[in-house]
């Protein structure tokens, strides 16, 4: 078993607002106020129409697995010991989409369509990572 620690994402000055949500459990999507379309990626701009400056919006967190693969291989040393572990994009209930893991249950178990809700997985005292579970999960 390795004590590797996880890899963490490095925010910047577009994912700062992101970034500081997840370490109070609150997950968020951009909301561009010209065209309403949501996008997960943070940008200065709606990647929809072009508008500046989308404004944040609280997600409640519950969505839907859109694909997903199961890895057997490790990405990095930290995450060997999760093996096989579930990548997915998660279609969010406001529209936009997600990339995590999912978490809760066994790979062998999860489907496209499968209901999911965000739980925070804490990497520091400012920094958490938005992970999904089934949504029957305690």
């Known amino acids: 078993m390795t004590t590797a620690p ?3 994402p490095v925010p910047t000055e577009a994912t700062q607002a992101f970034w500081d949500a997840t370490a109070q459990g ?3 999507v951009q909301r561009c106020s010209a065209c309403r379309r ?3 990626i943070p940008r ?3 990647r929809h129409c072009g508008a500046e400056s989308p404004s944040w919006e609280r997600s ?7 694909t997903f ?5 490790a990405a ?3 995450m060997a010991d999760q093996l096989p572990y579930v990548v997915a994009v998660v279609q969010l209930d406001e529209g936009a989409r997600l990339m995590a893991n999912i978490v809760g249950t066994p790979p062998e178990a999860v489907r496209i369509g499968d209901r999911v809700r965000v739980r925070f997985l804490p990497l520091s005292e400012t920094l958490s990572l938005p992970q999904f ?3 029957g999960s305690p």
């Open 6 to 8: 996880r890899p963490a």
């Open 26 to 28: 609150v997950l968020l």
């Open 38 to 40: 949501t996008q997960s």
């Open 44 to 46: 200065p701009f709606c």
């Open 60 to 66: 409640a967190g519950l969505g839907s697995i859109y």
């Open 69 to 73: 693969t199961v890895n057997h291989r």
């Open 76 to 78: 990095n040393a930290h």
């Open 133 to 135: 579970e089934p949504m």
